[in-house]
């Protein structure tokens, strides 16, 4: 499922591609999407702005409003030459009048495509979530703030789309596994020193993998439109049973809201005043 950080990578391989650029029109060969795509008429013939992200949201911004695009658990975007020939599960074709257009591609269709007229973060589906992990509102002393009457787990509270924004199973678990805290800790039990250890980690995992996407930039142009979803080192993730990178202790697996999670049961211990050891 494209993250947070391939939503970026997508972001940014795309816009050069549509910005400024006059939509001629939207072709929608398959509209049943997770919504049905329904799109006015007066898109053709706008002009995009820009290409922004909310979330995992792309935007594509126009004079009177966004289309609001999410990739689902399978959905691509790529850039193609006008008139190329569709392939399978190729639904949706953004034509612009001079240049590439921009195709989207999604075999399980969870993906969905929206169009909101300006303040488009007032929309429903952008209107309750969080702050983005990479910007000014989020910190350790935010996540703090959010938890102290929270009993649920750590990692469920980090994953919850109202307190912080696309913080996935993936970048999680590795954040927890970086500042050392056990990931079922009940987030109220979690300090604000330990909270703040945290927000850095998650930072820095989110930053280094748009970076590491970067990379693959290139690919938006690529035959198979796959953007890459990215080879990173993981320290936990998919590693249960393995041993840790930093101690070697085997890494153990944990249910957690339904989600399992890999966690090292030595590094793993802190959740308040003296970081560990290792
Ligand atoms: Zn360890």
């Known amino acids: 499922m494209p993250e947070l950080p391939e939503v970026e990578t ?11 650029q006059t939509i001629a ?17 007066h898109l053709s013939g706008s002009v995009v702005k820009s290409v922004a992200r909310r979330a995992k949201y792309i935007l594509i911004e126009t004079a009177t409003g966004a289309l609001i695009v999410h990739l689902g658990m399978s959905g691509s975007l790529r850039v193609v ?13 953004i034509e612009v009048k001079h240049g590439q257009w921009l195709r989207y591609n999604d075999p399980r269709r ?3 495509f929206h169009f909101v007229e300006h303040p488009s973060a007032q929309h429903w589906l952008l209107k309750n979530l969080g702050p983005e992990p990479l910007g000014n509102e ?19 509270h980090i994953m919850d789309g109202k307190v912080v924004v696309g913080v996935g199973n993936i ?18 039990k979690v300090s604000r020193l330990a909270y703040r250890f945290l927000a850095e980690a998650i930072r820095e995992i989110l930053a280094n993998a748009i970076n590491v996407g970067g990379t693959t930039l290139r690919d ?20 249960q049973g ?25 590094c793993q211990t802190f959740s308040g005043w003296k970081r560990p050891v290792c």
């Open 10 to 20: 997508t972001r940014r391989g795309i816009e050069p591609f549509l910005s400024g």
């Open 242 to 266: 393995e041993a840790c990178n930093v101690c070697q202790a085997q890494l153990k697996l944990q249910i957690l809201g339904q989600r399992s999670t890999v966690y090292c049961p030595t």
């Open 171 to 188: 970048y999680a678990a590795e954040s927890l596994f970086r500042a050392g805290i056990r990931p079922s800790t009940p987030a109220y």
């Open 220 to 239: 938006f142009v690529g035959s198979d439109g796959q953007p890459g979803y990215f080879k990173q080192s993981l320290n936990v993730y998919g590693r």
């Open 138 to 156: 989020f910190s350790g002393d935010y996540l703090f703030a959010t938890s102290r009457k929270r009993k649920v787990a750590v990692k469920n």
């Open 110 to 112: 969870f993906g969905s």
């Open 81 to 93: 030459a006008p008139n190329d020939a569709p392939r399978l599960h190729d639904h949706i074709d």
């Open 25 to 41: 029109r939207v072709n929608v060969r398959e509209s049943r999407l997770r919504w049905p795509v329904e799109l006015p008429d």
